[in-house]
């Protein structure tokens, strides 16, 4: 009964670190041979990770994918490490360039602003689900932060929630409330959040931007924020009622 159990967490513990992080569940696995020593398991299992995620920096190009953002000092950085960590940093040399590109002409119109990645994809695989995303499996998709003021109303480089998601721009929508859905309001979290305000200004030229660039096929970004921020493009879409809010960040992916 035992092992039996033991077996079954195993057998999670490698299929959560595997839609986590994609190169987890490996590291998981080959640390197993140590399991009988906590200690040395959890620390062999930190080592192996790690050098399986240095080794795929170097890898993923031959598999048509690029990190992105890792750090970076210039106009596009990372917004959390954790993206990092990982394995959520990577990207078709295309996207890297457009996300380049898009932080250089930002930081033309706006000295002091930085691009903050969020979510982009794995290093391995197409069609390797990135979670809880419904796309982000080809390499060709990236998220990126909104812009915000400081709380004395100066453009400023914070975000209202640690990891740059689910910190909601308040808005009308016509989506019905459902039980089965992605389309999370997580209202229980709101009030944990920093008390910063939308930078309409650079938010807006970020889209601009983004809507000008004949390489972009499609960025996904709530209908009231794009009501508040007076812009439209034919490259904006809806990313319909059963998939992720797109009020606390901006979705974009190549054509």
């Known amino acids: 009964m035992r092992t039996a159990l033991q077996i079954l967490l195993h057998g999670a513990a490698i299929l959560f670190l595997t839609l986590l992080s994609q190169l987890g569940g490996l590291a998981w696995v080959l640390a197993l041979p140590f399991r009988r020593r906590r200690v040395v398991f959890f620390a062999g299992f930190a080592a192996i990770y790690a050098a399986l995620s240095v080794t795929a920096a170097w890898v993923a190009p031959t598999f048509g994918r690029v990190p992105m953002a890792c750090g970076a000092e210039g106009p596009l950085r990372i917004a959390s490490p954790v993206y990092c960590l990982l394995n959520r940093h990577y990207g078709t040399p295309e996207l890297a360039a457009v996300l380049n590109d898009l932080s250089r002409d930002m930081t033309r119109r706006h000295p002091d602003a930085t691009v903050q990645l969020l979510d982009a994809n794995f290093p391995f695989f197409d069609g390797f689900p990135l979670l809880p995303h419904l796309s982000h499996a080809d390499g ?33 929508t016509d989506c019905p409330p459902r039980r089965l859905t992605l389309r999370w309001d997580l209202a229980w979290l709101q009030p944990l959040w920093r008390d910063l305000s939308l930078d309409r200004v650079r938010t807006r030229d970020l889209l601009a931007l983004l809507a000008a660039d004949e390489r972009v096929g499609r960025i996904f970004v709530e209908p009231h924020l794009r009501a508040t921020l007076d812009i439209d493009r034919p490259t904006f879409g809806f990313q319909g009622c059963r998939a992720a809010r797109h009020d606390d960040h901006i979705h974009l992916q190549l054509k």
């Not at 812009?147 to 910190?167: K, N, Q, T, V």
């Open 140 to 172: 060709r998709k990236a998220d990126v932060a909104l812009f915000y003021l400081d709380p004395d109303g100066a453009p400023g480089p914070a975000l209202r929630s640690p990891l740059g998601y689910f910190a909601f721009e308040d808005g009308p």
